[in-house]
């Protein structure tokens, strides 16, 4: 089973035992909680889904954001979020 079908799945069958334990609005970070949200990020197609540093590079790339900027994420990650823009937008001082 490839990794995309085990998120699939995992995302269909939620039933971690903490969850319903949890009080009303408090939503402690745990490692399972990030683990799902790396899941859900990871199976979104319809939307590119990327996060900057603080110097403004791409630290993270997921399908979506292939799909729809075009770049892989080896291609991407790492390169300023300029790269996002045309080369006179750049030169202007835009982005």
């Known amino acids: ?28 970070a745990r490692e399972a909680d990030l683990d799902l949200l790396c899941a ?8 590119a889904i990327f996060a900057l540093d603080a110097t403004g590079r791409v630290v993270t790339w997921n399908p979506g954001a292939e799909a729809i900027k075009g770049w892989r994420a080896d291609e991407i990650i790492g390169q ?13 001082g835009k982005p």
């Open 80 to 92: 300023h979020f300029s790269a996002f823009y045309p080369p006179d937008d750049v030169l202007a």
């Open 40 to 47: 859900i990020i990871a199976n979104v197609r319809d939307y």
């Open 1 to 28: 089973m490839s990794r995309d079908e085990l998120d699939a799945e995992r995302l269909q069958t939620d039933t971690r035992p903490d969850a319903a334990a949890r009080a009303p609005g408090k939503a402690p």
